[in-house]
DNA sequence: TGGTGCAATACCCAAAAGGTATCGGCCAGT
DNA sequence: ACTGGCCGATACCTTTTGGGTATTGCACCA
């Protein structure tokens, strides 16, 4: 049960010949000689036939070597291939993120860590910040791409972006064609907040304003993420606070105003456990970092 | 490159437990986890995330956890089938007859080793002795059943049994009618004679007997082989001269007679090279051998 | 019958693997 | 927070294995 010996017995097989093969193995003869003997000894079978001036194959041997073909070859498979996810230029990396991430940097991220790991196969899904921390904790996913960031001490972190807060107001409403909107003056609109659960959330920045602002909103319509709120503010439902990133992409119904007032931004964060020191995650990481540091640049 | 290493790596992916792992394989945990460490440096990739108190394999580990498994199945499959060719249990034994040993006691013999060896293939053919020689010598059969025994000396040989010789008389001979057939009064048939080449050959033993017997035969008739020789006589061409056994398979058109006078009797025997000790060609010269002694008894 | 080519053997040294003792880090229980 | 226990890693030594050089032994050839 030994590999060097496979490797010593298909030089021989394929010279016909101990000096040739050793040769080329880098080797003296002798061990190779005592190396063979042992793997007979080993099977309780003669490999080669040793009669003539000529050695050959026995029966055996010609089956061993095709065998050991097979098996050489498939080692080297598993350690190209270990070596391959090992290194983090294959494999899998499963990557979550909030729904209001999927307009601006991240993709762009994304598309720049294909380019450089494009072996790497991508799992991508969008959750809420409270599913992200769930998932990553329970190991469902290797990155969480979170805003705002996500409090937990074992998660190592890496800020992509911060931007700033804008409304986002249903294209028929009167505050759209204003020059300007002061935040203070939305004390009687709805306000379109998400998500429902799980509480303190960004719903919760958004009322922070208006505190700061000096009101309390008149009414309050829940969702469950970003895309609902929009759809709601979409039929003229009331308004949103949205990331700036998300007016990038227009959508039917809505217009983008930024606002006059108290603007804390939100920024959003890639996540990962601390002891997760997979190379997948560690490069994504990387490109993360380089990314950030060129975009705000 | 080293073959313990993955039944130890395994060992340890499946207990994931160094401890457990090492008395699973009869060993000390120390050198157990510096082979670990060592493939792991081998390989530059991490296979084990030991970062919690339960130990896990990493995405690299996965993946040389399957493929070591499938190395290691095709490793064993090797050795197992190498050492039943290497041991005579399987594998290809290719035979090689006179035509006239199809019927008597070769084909019991044959029936013998594969109730032994059922897992040899064998591949038959039939020859004349000079293509019994050239075969053999050629390498191109291991076993060489000849009638007479081949002269060469490089062959290792094995009497199979000895046969008095008879006549095949075609059925509407008046030959047949006879109570008794005296050899000495054939001067006048026509004798079916073989192998027409090489000479000399079994024709010679035939003719050596009617000069014995003091005459020459006024008309030979000669054949290729056995088969043909027997076809003749079976349209009437003439008579012909063949081992005993022969007379066991009844063909419309031939009847067989016993003779008085000479009667030098021919052996069937099986011949290998000397230097082909393959376990499959041995093992059946030792049933020849063993068959021969209960037949002669 | 000596010469040559080649594998096998003898003998020695170096490298690798295994064993025992011990360290160090991480939980768990008080 | 401290401490004991579990478990993997490290240190250090011993044994085993593998490789090197010199030489033998066996065919084949002239």
Do not use: W
Request: proline content about 5%.
């Amino acid at each position: 049960m030994e590999f060097r010996r496979l490797k010593y017995f298909l030089a021989v097989a394929e010279e016909l010949h101990f000096g040739r093969a050793a040769t080329r193995l880098d080797m003296a003869q002798p061990p190779l000689s005592r190396q063979i003997a042992a793997l007979e000894a080993d099977l309780g079978v003669l490999l080669f036939d040793r009669s003539r001036s000529q050695i050959r194959l026995t029966q055996a041997g010609q089956v061993l070597q095709d065998h050991a073909r097979q098996v050489l070859s498939r080692l080297e498979a598993a350690y190209r291939e270990t070596r391959l996810v090992g290194t983090g230029s294959g494999g899998r990396l499963r990557i979550a993120f909030v729904g209001s991430a999927s307009h601006g940097l991240l993709p762009t991220l994304i598309k720049s860590y294909r380019s450089y790991y494009p072996d790497v196969e991508l799992v991508l899904s969008a959750m809420n910040n409270a599913e992200l921390s769930h998932a990553l904790i329970a190991r469902e996913i290797d990155l969480a791409v979170a805003r705002p960031e996500l409090k937990d001490e074992e998660f190592r972190r890496e800020l992509l972006c911060r931007e700033t807060l804008i409304l986002a107001l249903p294209d028929n409403s009167r505050l759209a064609s204003l020059p300007e909107i002061r935040f203070a003056d939305l004390a009687d609109q709805v306000f379109v907040l998400y998500p429902r659960r799980p509480r303190p959330g960004y719903a919760d920045v958004v009322l922070d304003i208006c505190a700061r602002e000096g009101f309390s909103p008149a009414k309050l319509e829940l969702t469950q993420d970003f895309q609902s709120a929009i759809s709601l503010v979409s039929v003229g439902v009331g308004l949103s606070v949205v990331p700036e990133s998300v007016s990038s992409t227009q959508r039917p119904g809505v217009v983008y105003r930024p606002y006059a007032g108290h603007n804390p931004g939100t920024a959003l964060t890639v996540h990962a456990r601390l002891d997760n020191r997979a190379p997948q995650v560690m490069n994504f990481l990387d490109i993360t970092r380089k990314f950030a540091r060129k975009t705000l640049a």
